[in-house]
């Protein structure tokens, strides 16, 4: 068999990486996340041509049955996880007989080496198997959740957190991630927004991009790379009433405009494969839809990678209504565009009769079979099917302190200082007593959240009373009490208030830790409320009435309403789900030694009542603004502001920045010229801080309405107390269009305004106009 190029043995690369030569796949350069980022996503090395390749796979598949093929096409999980309804307990002997390609949730060095050796030294053709697994923000070492890594605007340190993700992974047998999850989510009651960016369509698009980057680097046969999927296709995050799985009604141009744009982007980026959602789309659920898969994916994009399934998607095309069985519904995902089946055994126990039966041509699942062995084949596979598990390489990778200090590093740029009275933070070096009240403050499994991979939950996270304790200033005294619950039936009860309390008398300052629990966010984790679960809010407000400063740090996987306490408390972080370095990263924040950067990738509501609400929206016949104050016949609430309780792109700091007018250096523009739009930012606070600075557009007239603000640019800066620097930005009419009345892409002349600021609520104002 031909080798691969560049290829390392396993011994080779073990014996690098133990004496520290062997340095990680150098980061591609993240993309300036400026509108003037004109230049192509270079393709992956994959989708270079290779006759070679080509030669060696046609070869395999004259060889190869219709059972064996089929099973190229099988993907099953091991017994150790499970992340659905099912479980195949026979996942072994159907390697041993060919019947399965790719399996799933197995990992470690020892343990997938036992299972690649059922394939190629106990099957007729030794095809090797592809290991998956759910890589999500992190492998060993655990990253923020992923909307808390949008949270940093930082497009070089999440790719950085997937390269190590994917080093981590890889050293463990992995192959194969089912991650970035790039669907936009625009309502905080789906649990599911925690895995993804957040709700703006060019943040998320550049976000989907890094993360691609950062797991396959520029080459697929470097053993320290793994596949990445762009998850879920189509449309997932706009599940009806934020209940996950539900159904998905949405126009063709909101597909196109809103939902689509992060795939096409992932699969520039050079995306190896992509899995299908679980939702419908124009009533055709995702795995069956030959638009979404055939006419968009492969015709209009041109990928190449393949398509998997997500878990049991195929099967439940029958409760969807699509399908009358299993037999139709396998028949219906193949010619849709579905190469394999995740975990339901449907093209395992079916495709054969359809094949029989003249209703699957053999075209399309050779093209299938080919899609998979070729990625075989790009991962260095078949010249060394256990290059991947080395149990040397596994030692001196996993929790390496390099990987942990950029875990820690991440989860500080993703944290956002929403609330900051008076300054109370960072905590004063009279603080000599320092209270941590609630469920969050020690809880190790919280700090890790949901989609931890193969995180340790119960001794390597860092808690928040931890890493309080471990950088406390001499003479410092930090103290601890649960005091309240974050489980749903605990509302009402007030076991360990007292004792809570007691300790906030005695203290200077109150650090309350309050927030979901980590499975109240992720997979099937949809809440009708945003509230704080159990008694947190009961006890929040009892502490509050203790007169001492009220600090909270919020850890969850979505926006919560916490207007009361933006009402009430002194100060508020919002520090997601942070990591396995989590505590230490908080209390970088809290002491000072770190300036908060990070800003909302997604929009707070005042209340669940606002949902869904982002900062993109239309607007109406008959918006607020046009009315006297107390107008009745306007688009408004009777009892509540429409605007939110924090804008997408908010956040604080320690310093302070000021923003001079906007410049622009033309008012009008033809197609194809560049508009330079200019500002200068002051860091005008006492301290050394990063900024994020944003620029955002509105087409006021249109052949179908636009939103009134979007996201076109940012840079994030860091300025020194007193520096000044000028920030530019450059759009073309590329950056201006959309999908018109016509159905056709591009951008249409008229009048447009602009604005640059801290925030998509804030800002300096210009205008300008796109001419024929």
């Known amino acids: 068999m031909p080798p691969i190029s560049r290829n390392l043995t396993s011994a080779t690369l073990a014996t690098l990486l133990v004496a520290g030569s062997l340095a990680p796949a150098p980061l591609t350069a993240a993309p300036a996340a400026t509108a003037s980022d004109k230049a192509p996503v270079d393709a992956a090395s994959w989708q270079r041509a290779d006759p070679a390749m080509d030669r060696f796979i046609a070869d395999l598949m004259v060889k190869m049955t219709l059972d064996e093929k089929t099973g190229q096409l099988t993907l099953l999980t091991s017994n150790w996880e499970s992340t659905g309804p099912t479980m195949r307990d026979s996942y072994k002997e159907d390697i041993r007989a060919g019947r399965v390609g790719a399996i799933f949730n197995a990992y470690t060095a020892k343990y997938t080496r036992e299972l690649q050796a059922l394939a190629v030294e106990g099957t007729r053709l030794k095809i090797p198997l592809l290991f998956g697994y759910d890589v999500i923000h992190g492998h060993r070492t655990i990253f923020p959740i992923s909307l808390g890594e949008a949270a940093s605007w930082d497009l070089q340190a999440i790719e950085k957190a997937a390269r190590i993700s994917a080093i981590e992974a890889s050293a463990e047998g992995i192959h194969w991630t089912f991650s970035p999850m790039v669907d936009i989510a625009r309502d905080p009651r789906w649990g599911r927004i925690s895995e993804g960016a957040g709700e703006d369509v060019y943040l998320g698009s550049l976000i ?39 159904t998905v009604d949405i126009s063709e141009r909101t597909m196109r405009d809103v939902y689509l744009p992060p795939f096409k982007a992932a699969a520039d980026a050079g995306a190896a494969t992509f899995m299908t959602a679980f939702n419908e789309y124009d009533g055709v659920p995702a795995s069956g839809s030959h638009y979404l898969l055939t006419d968009v994916l492969r015709k209009k994009w041109g990928f190449k990678g393949f398509v998997v399934t997500d878990y ?54 050779d093209a299938a079979v080919k899609a998979i062995l070729e990625m075989k084949y790009r991962l260095g596979l078949f010249d060394d099917p256990y290059r991947y598990a080395d149990a040397a390489r596994e030692k001196a990778t996993i929790y390496k302190p390099a990987f942990l200090e950029a875990a820690r590093d991440v ?25 941590v009240i609630g469920p969050l403050g020690n809880s190790k499994e919280d700090m890790i959240g949901s989609w931890s991979a193969a995180g340790d939950r119960r001794t390597r996270p860092v808690t928040l009373l931890e890493g309080l304790q471990a950088g406390a200033p001499k003479g410092t005294t930090i103290a601890y009490a649960k005091g309240a619950s974050y489980h749903f039936d605990d509302v009402g009860k007030t076991d360990g208030f007292a004792e809570a309390l007691a300790l906030a008398e005695k203290s200077d300052v109150i650090i309350a830790a309050m927030g979901e629990h980590w499975n109240m966010t992720g997979e099937a984790a949809s809440r009708t409320s945003l509230d704080l679960p159990g008694n947190q809010q009961a006890l929040l407000e009892a502490l509050e009435k203790t007169g001492k400063p009220v600090i909270l740090v919020l850890m969850s996987g979505r926006p919560n309403s916490i207007e009361w306490a933006d009402a009430n408390v002194d100060a508020i972080l919002e520090a997601w789900y942070p990591g396995t370095m989590g505590g230490h990263a908080i209390a970088d924040i809290l002491y000072g030694r770190y300036n908060p950067s990070g800003k909302l990738p997604v929009t707070f509501p005042r209340t669940v009542g606002q949902v869904p609400i982002h900062y993109d929206m239309k607007n109406t016949g008959r918006p607020i603004e046009l009315g006297a104050p107390g107008a009745k016949y306007v688009s408004r609430y009777l009892n509540t502001p429409n605007t939110p309780l924090y804008p997408f792109g908010y956040g604080l700091s320690y310093t302070s920045f000021t923003y001079s007018p906007v410049t622009l250096d033309r008012s009008k523009i033809r197609p194809g010229e560049p508009l330079t739009a200019s500002v200068t930012v002051t860091n005008s606070g006492p301290r050394d801080g990063e900024e994020v600075v944003q620029l955002y557009v509105r087409d006021l007239v249109g052949s179908v309405t636009r939103p009134v603000k979007e996201l076109k640019g940012f840079q994030k800066i860091g300025l020194k107390k007193g520096e000044t620097r000028t920030v530019r930005f450059t759009l073309t009419d590329a950056d201006l269009a959309f999908t018109r009345q016509d159905m056709s892409w591009g951008s249409e002349p008229g009048a447009f305004k602009l604005w640059i600021g801290p925030s998509s609520a804030e800002g300096s104002e210009a205008s300008f106009e796109l001419t024929e």
């Open 312 to 365: 049991t998607s195929i099967n439940e095309m029958v409760p969807h209504g699509y399908a009358k069985d299993l037999k139709q519904a396998g028949e219906q995902a193949m010619r849709a565009g579905v190469d394999m089946d995740m975990q339901g055994a449907v093209f395992m126990e079916n495709l054969a009769k359809s094949v029989a039966e003249g209703k699957v041509d053999t075209a399309r699942i």
């Open 208 to 246: 989907a991009k890094a993360r691609v980057r950062g797991y396959q680097g520029g080459d697929l046969s470097r053993p320290d790379t793994i596949l990445a999927t762009a998850k879920h296709f189509a449309a997932y995050g706009a599940a009806q009433a934020g209940r996950d799985y539900h």
């Open 411 to 435: 989860a500080r740029k993703s944290i956002v200082l929403l609330k900051n009275k008076d300054n109370v933070l960072p905590l004063a070096a009279s603080a000599k007593s320092i209270a």
